[in-house]
């Protein structure tokens, strides 16, 4: 027997091989009858063809049913309709979706694994969005024609939908999870950064992983003095604001994007757009999710803190943690702390018979509880830091221009144990780089950030190739922070990259890059605007 789809009514017909091929027929009739081994189904199928024919056909089957049911809602966010159908593709993924949003389609996967992966003190979650080349009715650019490794743009994208959805799963859930996101079809009216974070919650919110709350995402835009919720590609160019949120039905979760230089008080109130549209959103997914996904995994799944550990803990080093933690110096205070975490482990280890006692990795966390607590109290009796300082002070800021004597622009910027050179190269615009988009057109690039954080910058060995995820996304973070005051093509017609190289991290690298390519950039000779 073979299947195709019918050419009108989009079901699935049969063909026998004793019927010619124009005479479609259609599924009238379907019959089980029950063999005598158990768990075997036989079918009968009855086609009837168009022109009067028939065939009978007996494949003994005993697999699922192609027949699905799905199910759908249709949520507003801003102007924009999304519609979230689940149950007809993906069924055997914990969760699965189809996004719809104008045109524009995106298919969402969660997965978790049969077996522990994680000790429960961490979410070992993975997120990889996907853009097809296709969806947009175009080809790869260069000799390979097959989409493949992650590109920049994707990867920041995973970053998107990560950070919110992170926090929701439950701590203790130790189970590899993993999200999958495809753009499976692309209309070229709204980019979707903010549907791939609907679309991964709506996933997560109908399978059976365990979810706090369903979390949406909403895209911001502030035109003409009026901030606008899911605005379209051509309604961006005129904006002054490009804001990507995302939050629950209670809370903002996550907050990204730039602005041309808006004020507190007009920020405050583009968030509050924002998470209006959201909050709605996902009161209505909250409320679909319960009528059709599947029974979460009960609270057996979660790995439960050993009863009495925290007590043990607290005797056994609570006051010398408390102490380590307000060691100003990070090596130092490193030092302490593992020596601290090391004598807790030994005394409350299990006995040779793996009886008596803790694993090694709930005492650490244990541990981690107790500084956590340790430091917020420092802050709020004391209104002091980890290194002394009050709440509202900053570290020590050492700049210095002109570090590097062959470098068209450098920079070696330092603010406390936070260190980073920046480099600035200018060239002409054959030097951009080509960005060849699934989604949109391809593009020269005339201004890049890139980032490096060797693991010698916290004193480690470590893996050294590739930029990894977290360094292009801090790279992104950064060159966003810097494009608003890069001159215009007709005033600077020059491209312009910019390197940092982290020499010491001790927080917020990424905010020193900045100051650091702001300074290389100036030593260059570059007319930043502001």
Partial sequence: MSCHPGTTSRVMVATSASTSSSQKCVFADRRRQKFSSIGERKRRIRCLSVRGGHCDVDDGYVGGSAVRHPKSVTVKLGESSIKIETQKVGAQANGAVVCTEGETVLYSTVCAARELSADGGWVPLTVNYTERFSAAGK??????????????????????????????????????????????????ERTTDALAICAASAALAVSDVPMKTPVMGCRVGYIDGKFVANPTKSEMEQSRLDLVMAGTKEAVLMIEGFGDFLTTEEMISGIACGQEEIARAAKEIEAWAKEVGKEKMGGDMLIQTPEGIDEKVQALVAEDLKEA????IKKVRG?????????????????????????????VQACGRIESAALREAIRTNGRRQDGRKLTHIRPIVAECGVLPRTHGSA???????QCYSVATLGGKSD????????????????????????????????????????????NLAERALLP?????????FTIKIESTVTESNGSSSMATVCGGCLALQDAGVPIKR
């Fill in 325 to 328: 933690m307000l060691i100003p």
């Fill in 432 to 475: 951009g780089q080509r960005v060849d988009d699934a989604l949109e057109d391809a593009d020269d690039k005339r201004f890049m950030l890139h980032y490096f954080f060797p693991p010698s910058s916290v004193g480690e060995c470590g893996r050294v190739g590739g930029a990894n995820r977290r360094e292009i996304g801090h790279g």
């Fill in 412 to 418: 070696l910027f330092t603010r406390g144990e936070t």
């Fill in 485 to 493: 005051i890069i001159p215009n093509d007709d005033d600077f017609p």
């Fill in 139 to 188: 080809f790869s650019g260069g000799f390979k024609k097959r989409d493949g490794t992650l590109k920049e743009g994707e990867t920041l994208k995973s970053r998107i939908v990560d950070r919110p959805i992170r926090p929701l799963i439950p701590k203790g859930f130790g189970y590899e999870t993993q999200i999958l996101e495809w753009v499976l079809s692309y209309d070229n």
């Fill in 335 to 363: 030092k302490a702390i593992g020596e601290l975490r090391q004598k807790a482990v030994d005394a409350l280890k299990k006995d040779e018979n793996g009886e008596n006692g803790f694993d090694s990795a709930q005492v």
